[in-house]
């Protein structure tokens, strides 16, 4: 049952927010639904899930539709192809892959059209592997100064994919970078409301939530157990 899973999953924030000296209402649960079930994903939401992310516009579309009663965030959080900038504006509430100038113009000009100012976060390749998305981090002041004069465009901070490990206390320097990161950039451009460091997943949430996440972006844990 994904409430009885989520119960868990709020009870593990709780703590490592605990042991970091942190509000727990200050991390903002994002519930990603790409492997649930529509059944799963109502339970969740009537267990008070009011975020919920998805990898893949097409399938984002598919559930938005059905789920258009509920009052639910949506979070852009997979690659995003320019060619489906045009849809992923329509239901996204945040955007949190943005990895080029070119993604970030492209969204700016289908916000325009929409007459909607979206949000974004810049991802960052902590780890470099190349199988992953994101900026290198020696890139991201140059795409933050590309982004930040987008007028229908609004950059709210950063995320981040640790690499797979065997233990979650590998990734915590991945995750302490983008931390070091977002207050560079902060303090950099003082103008920018940033306000996200969107970084764990169901492996190493409670590490990512200890070096100062405020979003975490869980699946497994909810929606299959562990
Ligand atoms: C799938 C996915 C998640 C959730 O991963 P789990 O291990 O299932 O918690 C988080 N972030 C991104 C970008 C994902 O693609």
Not at 76 to 105: C, E, P, W, Y
Request: hydrophobic share 40%; with cysteine.
């Amino acid at each position: 049952m994904s409430s009885e899973n989520l119960k868990k999953v709020r009870a593990k924030i709780e703590l490592a927010c605990k042991r970091a000296g942190r509000n727990p209402n200050d991390v903002k649960l994002v519930a990603v639904t790409k492997e649930a079930s529509l059944n799963d994903i109502i339970e969740a939401i009537r267990a008070g899930v009011t975020d919920i992310g998805e990898s893949k516009v097409q399938d984002a579309i598919n559930k938005y539709i059905t789920l258009k009663e509920y009052k639910i965030r949506w979070h852009m959080i997979g690659h995003l192809q320019t060619n489906k900038v045009k849809d992923a504006i329509k239901i996204f509430d945040l955007i949190h892959s943005v990895d080029s100038a070119r993604l970030a113009q492209a969204i700016d000009k289908e916000a325009k059209k929409n007459k909607k100012l979206i949000d974004i976060l810049i991802e960052i390749n902590t780890s470099g592997e190349k199988s992953k998305f994101g900026v290198p981090e020696k890139e991201a002041p140059r795409l933050v100064e590309q982004v930040v004069n987008l007028p229908n465009t609004r950059l709210l901070g950063f995320m981040t994919i640790a690499p797979v490990v065997s233990e979650p206390e590998e990734v915590r320097p991945y995750f302490r970078r983008l931390k070091n990161l977002y207050d560079d950039v902060k303090n950099k451009f003082p103008a920018l409301r940033l306000e996200y460091l969107s970084m764990g997943m169901s492996q190493d949430f409670e590490v990512a939530i200890e070096e100062g996440a405020n979003i975490v972006r869980i699946g497994t844990a909810i929606f299959k157990g562990n």
